[in-house]
Antibody
């Protein structure tokens, strides 16, 4: 069974930083492109970032470009999202996912507030 | 970016009756490989989204056959043959033809 387990969410002040992690199991992680998708409270789904299987290619939504960095450690089956210069509008549940494969974690909540 | 537009945004259905949701994309989702990269998700309250349909009309593992998807190009439809209480939640269409992946606004289904 494929499992994705996010961690690292929490309360952070505007302008602060946070690093999310996603531990993957039950799949050949090193052959899997991965994404982060977020959902603000009461809102819809927004794709945030993606990384190719070998980490050679990374992609970002315009809303986070220059502030967020996606990375991965294939030796430890872990995906990361480093979030800098956080804004109130980044408040959301962040899901680690393979959206086109129907694989999602349970999500981790990030709250940006003073 | 490809814009995904769903209608209606809310739906109230009597148990046992059918339901239908439309999704239109701002450009064709047909890839040169012959596949069309349109997906349907259901998000139940407090849960992550769960995949129902992939590539327009293929039911994902474990999805009841009461769910069906159809369409081509830019126009797509999700149908539920007989709605029951388990089907309550928000339905999203999503395209993965190109990054950024984009989602429809969501259609909230409730039971009358």
């Amino acid at each position: 069974e494929v499992q994705l387990l996010e961690s690292g969410g929490g309360l952070v002040q505007p302008g602060g930083s946070l690093r999310l992690s996603c531990a993957a199991s039950g799949l050949t992680f090193s052959n899997s492109g991965m994404s982060w998708v977020r959902q603000a409270p009461g809102q819809g789904l927004e794709w945030v970032s993606a990384i190719s299987d070998g980490a050679g290619d990374t992609y970002y939504a315009d809303s986070v470009k220059g502030r967020f960095t996606i990375s991965r450690d294939n030796s430890n089956n872990t995906l990361y999202l480093l979030m800098n210069s956080l804004k109130a509008e980044d408040t959301a549940i962040y899901y680690c996912a393979r959206p086109a494969r129907g694989v999602w974690g349970q999500g981790t909540m990030v709250t940006v507030s003073s | 970016d490809i814009v995904m537009t769903q209608t209606p945004l809310s739906l109230s259905v009597t148990p046992g009756q059918p339901a239908s949701i439309s999704c239109k994309s701002s450009q064709s989702l047909l890839h040169s490989d012959g596949k069309t990269y349109l997906y349907w998700y259901l998000q139940k309250p407090g849960q992550p989204p769960q995949l129902l349909i992939y590539e327009v009309s293929n039911r994902f593992s474990g999805v009841p056959d009461g769910f069906s998807g159809s369409g081509s190009g830019t126009d797509f439809t999700l149908k539920i043959s007989r709605v029951d209480a388990e089907d309550v939640g928000v339905y999203y269409c999503m395209q993965s033809l190109q990054l950024p992946y984009t989602f429809g606004q969501g259609t909230k289904l409730e039971i009358k």
